[in-house]
C-alpha cells in the first residue's frame, strides 16, 4: 500500500479558509486529482466541497433525529397496545 501525504486542504471555518494537512493511499489521491480535473477544480476544493457535504447531511439528519423524539406519541388508546406478536399475527388477518 503506498500512501502520498502533504495534500493541503483549505477548510472554511466562518468565511476564514484553515491549512490541513491529509495523508492518502495513492489509488484515493489518483481519483481526487482526476475527479477534480473533471471538475475544474483543486483537489483542495473538491476534498473541502465533500467534507461540507457530508457535515451538512450529518446536521440535518442529527436535528431531524431530535425533532422527532422531541414529539410528544400520536397514538391515543384508552386500553393498551397491541403487543408485537399480535400485531404481525398473519392468521387472525385471512
Sequence with gaps: MTRTSCYTILVSSTHR??????????????????????????VSRLLGALLKERMSAQDGYEKAMRRALGRKPFLRSKGRYLTREKAHDRHRLR
Design 17 to 42: 479558509l484553515r491549512n490541513v494537512t491529509v495523508t492518502l493511499e495513492e489509488d484515493v489521491a489518483q481519483w481526487a486529482r482526476i475527479e477534480a480535473a473533471r471538475q475544474d477544480t483543486s
